[in-house]
Structure formats: C-alpha cells, structure tokens
C-alpha cells in the first residue's frame, strides 16, 4: 500500500524497477514481522502463558529493532529516491517504493500484526479473556488507517458524461424546482370546475303573521358553462407551459454539465502538458547552473533558465485552479459534495451529427414560447366567457319550530300548511367595461407572446448558423493539430532536447523551439475545447 502511494505521490509509473523494489519490500517486511512474531513464540516457550501480556511485552521490546531495521533500509535507499544523475529514471522509482512501503509496513507490523495474533491464538485468548471487541477495534483502526487512500479513491465517484448528465437530471435542485411546479400546476386543474360557495339561510320575521315566519333556504349561484370548461382549457395550457419549461430547464442543465465536463477536461489535459514542460525546465535549470558553475556560459542563462521554469509554474496553479473550480462546477449541477472521479484519460471529441437544416420544433425555448400563445389563447376565451350571465337558483320552506316564538303568534295549523318556494335569477353584464379591458390585456399578452415566438424562431436559425461556422472553424484548426502540427510540435521538441544535451544549439533556440511545440499542444487542446463548446450549443438548439 505505502509503495503504490509513494508512485501516486510523486507521479511515477509501475516500472520494472518499481517491480524490483517491490520485491525488496517484500523481503524487508517479512523478516520485520517474523522478527515480531518469533519473539511471541519465545516468551511463550520461557513461560509467559498470558497472550495479552506476552503481546504487549514483545511489542515492546522488539519496537527498536523493528523501527532499526526499517530505518537503515529507508535511509540507505534514501540518496536513491533523491537521485538526478544519470540512471536516477531506475534508481528513483525502486527507492520510492522502498521507502514507501517501510512506512506503512512498519506501522503494520507494529499495530496490526499483534491484533492478528491474538485473533488467531484463539485457544489462548480464551483462557485470558482478552476483551474481543477491543482487539477488534485496534484492528479495524490500523487497518483504516491503511487503507485511507484506498477509501479516499473509492469515496470518489467515478463519472461518465452519461453517468454526469443522468445524475444531474435526478438531483439537480433547478430540475426539482420545476418538477415541483408541474406537479403544482397539475394540482391546480382539480380546481377548473370552480363553483362558488353554496349559501344556507334561516329567517324568523315575527311581523308576517302565520306565512313565513320560520324558514330555511338554499341559494346557489352558477356561471356560464362555457367559463368552467375555458378554465379547464387556461389550467391545462398552464400545466403544458410547466412541462415544457422544465424540459427547456432540462436541457439547460444538461448543457452546462456537458460544458462544465469538457472544460474540466481541458484543464486535466492542460495541467499535463504544462507538467511535461515543468520537467523540462526544471532539467534545464539544473543544466544551466552547472554550466555557469564550470564557466561555460554566463549567468543570463540560469537565469532565462529560472524565470521559463517560473513561468510554467505560475501557468500551474492557475490551470490547477481551474480544474478545481469546474470540479465545484460539477458538484453544484450534480448536487454533490462527494469527490468526482471523471473517467475519461483525454480531452475526446463531441462531434454533432452534420446537418445543414434544424427542426425549430425540438428547439425547448421555441416550445416555451409557443406554449405561451397557446396560454394566452386560452386565457382570451376565459375572460370571454366570462363576460355572459350567471344563473341563480334558490329553494326555501317554512318552518314550524314550537319552542321559538317570541312574538307569541297562535300557531295551530299542521304541518301540511307550510309553505315551499323556489328562486331563479339571472345576472347580467349591465356593466362590463372592466370585464372587455381584461379581455383587451389577454390579447395583448397574445400578440406578446407571438411576437416573442417569431422572435425565438429568427433567434434560434441566427444562433444554429453562427454556431455551425464556429464548429467548421474550430474543426478545421483541430483537423490541421492532428495531421500536420502535433507530429511537428513532437518532433521540434525531440530534435531541440537532442541538439541541446550535445551542445549544437544554446539556451535561446532551446527555449524557443520548446515554448513553440508546447504553444502548438496547448493550442491544439484549445481548439479541440472551442469545438467541443460549440458542438455542445448545437446539440442545445437543436434539442438533443
């Protein structure tokens, strides 16, 4: 474990030599723990029958020559891991993993190793009764502790842009807001049938003698039916308008999380190449001081030497902030605090199917905005009805109630002598000014929202072309990186590192031919990005 962090830690390869080192570890680590444990065996055969204390005692006394011998191991392969001179490309990555290793391997022979022995001493651990849920404990601990970097990489959530999009378009917050409002608006079409309230009245008029002095009525008032079947239609329209601004929703955040995807690879692929050059200038550093030290050159040279290698630098820790602030990028479309783990290696293309022509239909902007002439159609027809008569139907009857009487009237009839009635009325639109102004604005908001419409259509064909002749810019300079300049930015750099190491050319045309294949590789990863950009708009317009 400790070996493969020390490689991750330092960016190195499995090599053959890393496999090499690995195998001295393996041998170093061993003869730790079999120092260990061969001391438990010997205090058991001198009489220590107690396990936890023949555990502790050994632990104790074997520390110095477990720490001695893991020490003197680290340290002499030390200057190797240090190492710049020739050779050091095999000396380094044996060293590290040497070293590496120790660490974790020493800690484990100390911790966990006598957790496992108690463990498997079972018999023994018995008669003493040692605690298991401690032993337990001090071993799931030193295990955890170990395996921290494992857990961490685990922890990270391993991304496809497929898995990325997916993700954001079942947690993003701005997609469960809109969902939250479709299913509001489907909620209110239950209410399109909005009948007012039904009114219930009992009257006692002690001054009309023996006809309706006690009586109950119901009165209900009842529109147009043309308004409750025009409300239907608006709430419909209105839920409509909700679905399709939740798939323009949709497609917005799909489009930022294949924005945010791509320029986080960018910056990934920007970050290596500026960490090849780092490894250049940094050998070039050192170079250019030993020629100065031995008087070759003058002192211009380190210094060029160090201000190139500066550079480069201070181009690393803004690109490494970049890529981490896409990461938080990510993480707020994917709604997320969990590390992401992005599995594509390189920048990839995003090529869009070739189309001369769009289906403004599938356009999610232009949908909203027909939806809201439809929204406004059907508001037009509510107001309407909603200017014709309302109806109201009534129905009373007399009451006898015995014990009620405060006027004292003689009440000897039956109860076959009450009196029933009914009620029609009719409300009419005597005054209507206000009503046929609210019927103006709603066509009003509908020569808006065409308007609007015409003006999404022409926006959208403006937007679709200019982006389709950025995408055939932007593919032509990637076409030429791949077949011309790459391969000539390699061999550049190759044939500059050459004729330097053999002194044919100075640091000038050194720094020049190595700034220029650099400039072409970054250039390259920035067309390919602007052509990935703009194919991920074309996708948006066209609504894939």
Known sequence: MGGVAALLLRGMPFSISAGVGFIALFGVAVLNGIVLIGYFNQLKEEGMTNIYDRVLEGTKTRLRPVLMTASVASLGFLPMALSTSAGAEVQRPLATVVIGGLITATFLTLFVLPCLYLLFNGNDAKRIKVPKALVTLLLMTGLGICQHNTANAQNKMPLTLDS?????????????????????????????????????????????????????????????PGVYKNQRKLLNQQTRLAERTGNLTSAEITRQVRSAWYAYLLNRETLRVLNYQDSIYKGFVKKAEIRFKTGETSNLEPMSARNKYQEIVALKIGTQADLRSNELVLQQLLNTFEPLSVTESKLLFLLPLPTDSIDLSSNPQVNVDLQNIEVANAGIALEKSKGLPDFTLGYNQQLVIAGFNPAGINREYSPGTRIAGIQVGVALPIFNGANRARVKSERLSAQVAQTNYQQSLSQTRLQFEQETQQYLKFKQSVDYYLAIGLKQAYEQSRIAQVSFNLGEIG?????????????????????????????IQIQYIKGE
Do not use: F
């Open 164 to 224: 990325a999009i997916n993700k954001a378009l079942k947690n993003n917050l701005q997609i469960r807001s809109a969902g939250l409002s479709v299913e509001q608006a489907r909620a209110l079409q239950k209410s399109g049938t909005d009948i007012p309230k039904t009114e219930l009245m009992v009257t006692q008029d002690p001054t009309s003698g023996g006809n309706i002095d006690n009586a109950i009525g119901i009165t209900q008032t009842i529109a147009w």
């Open 507 to 535: 640091y000038i045309e050194y720094i020049q031919n190595m700034s220029a294949a650099v400039q072409v590789k970054l250039g390259y990863l920035e067309a390919l990005s602007r052509l990935n950009q703009s194919a």
